[in-house]
Structure formats: C-alpha cells, structure tokens
C-alpha cells in the first residue's frame, strides 16, 4: 500500500501578507474615511434647522391671544424638537452652569455679588450638540469673570 503525502501550498515570500496588510489598511482607513463624512453631512444639514428652531422658541415665548394659533405653533416647535432628538441633535442646558468655553460663547459679562464667578446667568442663544460633539455653541451672560 502507497502512502501518498498531502502536497503543501507554496509558501509565500512575504510580499503576499505585505500586500494583504495593506489592503487590511486601506479597507479601514476608507470606512472611517466615510464615516466622518457622513457625521460631517448630517451635522452640516442640521445647522440651518437651529435657526428655526430659535425662531419658534422666540415666538413661543411672545403673547398670543389666538389661542389655536400658539397651539399650533407649539406643536411645530415639538415636531422639531423630537425629529432633532431622532436625528441625535440634543439642546444644551446652560442656565446656571459654569461657564465652559467649550460649550459656550460669553457675550456679555456682568458683575453681581449674588452669582458665583463663572455662572451662567442668562442664555441669549441654546447651544446644541450631536453626538457628544459640539455643533453651535451657546451664547451667554457670564457672572463675576475676572
């Protein structure tokens, strides 16, 4: 009886894994590539939705004697909100937080005893984020700075 031995694959010389790790490289570097951009596209499509945002913020906050009409503005202004929140678009809460300028932009600077050094007093303008990253800062009256 003959024994037959398996035949071995040709061992490559090195350039094979070279190549192999290469294109491993490039596969990666070509998905975050595209990651990045659409996080870039998403946030760059949501900026001119805050506007109007501010917009039906401000007209909620103005005296309506039609009632039908501030309900229907309150409904737009919730419709938004929660397609922002679907979208990964979240408001920050500045008022009477530490000034971060990371987060925020101080417009205005007042001094009263009554605040601590650094609080925010008053937000002019609601800062927003995007999955955890900053896409408008909110713009503020900061107490006491020196």
């Given at each position: 009886m003959a024994f037959f031995t398996r035949r071995q694959p040709p061992q490559p010389?090195?350039?094979y894994e070279a190549l192999e790790a290469e294109y491993r490289n490039y596969r990666r570097r070509t998905a975050l590539e595209l990651e990045d951009a659409a996080g870039k596209s998403a946030r760059q499509t949501v900026l001119p939705f805050l506007s109007l945002y501010d917009d039906l913020n401000?007209?909620?906050a103005c005296p309506c004697g039609d009632a039908a009409f501030y309900q229907?503005?309150?409904?737009?202004?919730?419709?938004l909100l929660q397609t922002l929140t679907d979208l990964g678009v979240k408001p920050?809460?500045?008022?009477?937080?530490m000034f971060n300028p990371t987060y925020h932009e101080a417009v205005e600077m007042i001094s009263d005893p009554k605040y601590r050094r650094d609080?925010?007093?008053?937000?002019l303008q609601v800062g927003f984020t995007m999955d955890d990253e900053v896409i408008r800062h909110a713009r503020v009256v900061v107490a006491n700075c020196e």
């Open positions: 010389d090195g350039r401000r007209a909620l229907g503005v309150e409904l737009i202004y919730k419709r920050m809460d500045s008022l009477g937080r609080e925010i007093v008053e937000v």
